[in-house]
């Protein structure tokens, strides 16, 4: 069966997705896909039988492997929400049948996999966008064009704050790389899109309190930007209130703050971001043009998640 991007495109309006993953991401994923008149989710890829069966109610084809799900369907790309560690796999699977794909970050565990996920795609002549959703936050779009405006003047420094309502399974943190990794490289990728900075080498200070098997439960990095300013990143897994992701930008003209994922509010945030994205993958594909992260973008906030896991590290 021939999978090359445009073909079911041609047919019908839809820019048709298959899905890779059903777990929290990749459900998440579909509830906000559904909403949608050009973008559509035509299957999903779980091996896990029990999450197949919660999708019953949804409408959508499953299937067992990918391998299954390209020999029953026609698709314009894939949607990667499996875990962390069979990002390369799926891309490199993904590359081969000629299908464009949005993969969830990291998009690899480590510098070295994401490496290999750009000359996979590379070679292949395909296309591969990462999903920081931040980028589709039009209040963070906003930010970004003022400080390229200048308006802010002089960046002194960028201070970030993501905090999960509570830590995940276990399970899911042993495969994670970490909550440098897992959490850190929304906000460092956040960074470099805001301010077109790069990170300089970085310092951590970690908490006791609530390790898992040796992951901390909050993470605060500092660096220093190769244009002069500065960054802050503050995670944690305890927040009962609820998921919380701010931003504050301070600079020699103007500061701006911005609490843009709040728990009452979050979610419809999180979905709304979510949507914009799929729909600027779909229109990348069709017309080579789209704003989202690259592979590229995925490598360089892996780099920092490893410097900073180096730090910590040599401070134990």
Do not use: N
């Amino acid at each position: 069966m021939d999978h090359r991007p445009g073909q079911s495109a041609a047919r019908d309006d839809r820019f048709r997705l298959g899905l890779v993953g059903a777990g929290r991401m990749g459900r998440t994923h579909l509830d906000a896909i559904k909403t949608l008149h050009g973008v559509s989710v035509e299957a999903v890829a779980e091996p896990r039988e029990e999450a197949r069966a919660a999708l019953v109610h949804d409408g959508v084809r499953t299937f067992e492997s990918l391998e299954e799900m390209l020999g029953h369907c026609e698709l314009d790309g894939l949607l990667v929400a499996a875990p962390t560690g069979v990002h390369l796999e799926t891309v490199r699977r993904a590359m081969a049948a000629g299908l464009p794909v949005l993969c969830e970050k990291p998009c690899g565990l480590t510098v070295a996999e994401a490496t290999e996920c750009a000359k996979v795609t590379e070679e292949a002549g395909g296309t591969l966008q990462v999903a920081y959703w931040r980028r589709f936050v039009p209040r963070l779009q906003e930010l970004r064009a003022r400080i390229a405006r200048g308006e802010l003047g002089d960046i002194l420094a960028v201070d970030c704050q993501q905090w999960d309502a509570s830590p995940p399974p276990v399970e899911f943190r042993a495969g994670s790389g970490g909550i440098l990794v897992d959490m850190g490289v929304h906000e460092f990728d956040q960074v470099r899109w805001l301010t077109g900075q790069e990170f300089g080498p970085v310092k951590v200070a970690v908490s006791r309190v609530g390790a898992s098997a040796g992951d901390p439960d909050c993470a605060q990095i500092v660096a220093e930007l190769d244009g002069g300013s500065t960054a802050a990143v503050s995670l944690g897994r305890w927040h009962p209130a609820g998921d919380s992701c701010k931003v504050e930008v301070f600079g020699t003209r103007a500061t701006e703050s911005i609490w843009f994922l709040e728990p009452v509010t979050g979610d419809a945030v999180f979905l709304e971001a979510l949507r914009r994205q799929v729909e600027d993958f779909a229109r990348s594909v069709s017309s080579g043009e789209g704003s989202g992260a690259t592979v590229t973008d995925a490598v360089e906030a892996l780099k920092v998640a490893e410097m900073a896991g180096e730090a910590v590290s040599e401070a134990s």
